[in-house]
């Protein structure tokens, strides 16, 4: 089954790190880019970052870049979000999700289940 499963949230200080695991399972992913999005409460859901299949290249939303850090193990199917320099403003449920359009124009997203991440101050 295709699927993605996250972990690695939790409650860290300010200035404190996390790093945030999202295993992919099955081959639906294979050669697609793979996304972190955020959710913080009465916010939208906001890209934070991106990394293609390969991991040549990749994305930052602005209030990240120098902070957070996105990076793939094709060995392990496994996307990783290193967030270093946390802020309380970066609480929110972190998702991964991949999606795109295969060949006859049908679109396929996947979400995770979220995974928790409170920064104190």
């Known amino acids: 089954q295709d699927r993605l499963v996250e972990s690695g949230g939790g409650l860290v200080r300010a200035g404190g790190s996390l790093t945030l695991s999202c295993v992919a399972s099955?081959?639906?992913?294979?050669?697609?880019?793979m996304n972190w999005y955020r959710q913080a409460p009465g916010k939208e859901r906001e890209l934070v970052a991106w990394?293609?299949?390969?991991?040549?290249?990749?994305y930052y939303a602005d209030s990240v870049r120098g902070r957070f850090t996105i990076s793939w193990n094709g060995a392990k199917n496994t996307v990783y979000l290193q967030m270093n320099s946390l802020k309380p403003e970066d609480t929110a449920i972190y998702y991964c999700?991949?999606?795109?359009?295969?060949?006859?124009?049908?679109?396929?997203?996947?979400w995770g289940q979220g995974t928790q991440v409170t920064v104190s101050s």
């Open positions: 999700n991949s999606e795109w359009e295969d060949t006859l124009e049908i679109s396929h997203e996947y």
């Open positions: 990394i293609s299949w390969s991991g040549g290249r990749g």
């Open positions: 099955g081959h639906a992913f294979v050669g697609h880019d």
